[in-house]
C-alpha cells in the first residue's frame, strides 16, 4: 500500500505502509493503552534521509506543534505543521514537499478513539478547500505552473489517498493506530525484538524485501519503535533501508526515516 501513484515524488515523505483510518488491528488496539498527555504541548519530528543524485544523504524534516485535548470519551488531537527544514537545494526541496507545502500553518483537528485504535481527521473536505485555495491563489499571483499543477494534482487525488496523506503522521505517534508495528512483527522472515525500560519499550524487527524489477538488489530493512507505555505514544519510530555487498563485507544506507517526540519549543 503507498500513496505515490502518479504523483511520483512528491509524496516520497510519507509514502510508508500505513493503514487507512480504522484499517488497524485489533491486536495492536490491545497491546497498548492510551493516556496521551492533556496538560503540555509537544513537538513532533518526521525526518526523511536518502541518498541524492551526488552520492550524498539529504535530509527533509516536518516539525509539528501538537496539543492533546479530552473530548467526551476520547480525544483530539491539534496538529500545526510550522515548517520543512531541508539542507537539500531549494529545487529538490520544492519538488519533494511539494503536496505538503500547503498544509504549512493550517491546524488539523483529529478525533481518536478512546484506546487509540482509530484516527479520524475532523471536517477533511475543509481542509483540502482550504489548501487548493492557497494555491490557487498562489499560482494566480504569480502565474506559477508549479501551484497550477499541484492544484489539479490535490483535485484529482482521491478523497481516501488526501485524508491518508494528512493523517499518516498522527496515526504513526499513536501506538494502537501504528498497525505497521504489527505488521512488521508479523512479516515472514522478520526478526523481532523487545525489551522494556522503566515506561519504555522498545521493539525492533529486521527484514529483507526486493523492490524493483528481476534482478534488482533486496533492501535489508530495520524498524525500531519506542512506545512509551504510560500514554501509548510512539516516542520514536525508526526504520532504515540498507543495501548490503552479496558477500556481506558492506552495506550502504539508501534511505532512512525518523518520527519523534520532542521537547516543546
Partial sequence: MTLLGGLGSALLLVAQPLPAPGGVSVAAARAFQFAPPVDRPMTYRVTTRRIGRDGSLISFSLVYALQWQ???????LRSVLQRIDSDA???VTRALTLMLQP????ELAYLVAPDGSRVDLVDPDGLWDRATARVEAAAAEGDRAEARRLAQLIAALPAAERDRLATADARALVAAANDAITTAAAADGASVSTRHGGTLRTIATADTAVVGGTGAAPLHIDQLWTVDTATGLVMEERRQSWIVEPDGAARTLVEER???VEPAS
Fill in 70 to 76: 479530552r473530548i467526551g470519551r476520547g480525544y483530539q
Fill in 89 to 91: 537545494p531549494p529545487a
Fill in 103 to 106: 498544509l504549512v500553518g493550517e
Fill in 258 to 260: 525518523v518520527r519523534a
